[in-house]
């Protein structure tokens, strides 16, 4: 059974910073790639970030909207990915899901919602002005 569990949501002022955690289980995506996505109330769920292995380096990719701001990184001895989230902006208050694509090859789309196979539950981030 393959698990996504979100955590480090919260309320913070403008300008904070917050670093979500996304702990998987039921299988290793060491290679796999993994997004973070966002959905605010009323709208359509949108990319924030992925992390991707190449097969030779790990690249990480951003919506403009969050780059330069937000970091991916992930922990493969604890399966284990994060958003390090700086800077944030109430326009940044959604629920923010985790997300892995269990093609190994990269060949999806990263910021598409349909290139992922597994989500997390979501976790709420609350930024105010």
């Known amino acids: 059974q393959v698990q996504l569990v979100e955590s480090g949501g919260g309320l913070v002022q403008a300008g904070g910073s917050l670093r979500l955690s996304c702990a998987a289980s039921g299988r290793t995506f060491s290679r796999s790639t993994m997004g973070w996505f966002r959905q605010a109330p009323g709208k359509e769920r949108v990319f924030v970030a992925a992390i991707r292995w190449s097969g030779i380096s790990t690249n990480t990719y951003y919506a403009d909207s969050v780059k330069g701001r937000f970091t991916f990184s992930r922990d493969n001895a604890k399966n284990t990915v994060y958003l390090q989230m700086n800077s944030l902006k109430p326009e940044d208050t959604a629920v923010y899901y985790c997300?892995?694509?269990?093609?190994?090859?990269?060949?999806?789309?990263?910021?598409?919602?349909?290139?992922?196979?597994?989500w997390g539950q979501g976790t709420q981030v609350t930024v105010s002005s």
């Open positions: 997300a892995a694509d269990l093609d190994q090859y990269g060949s999806r789309t990263y910021y598409r919602v349909g290139s992922y196979d597994y």
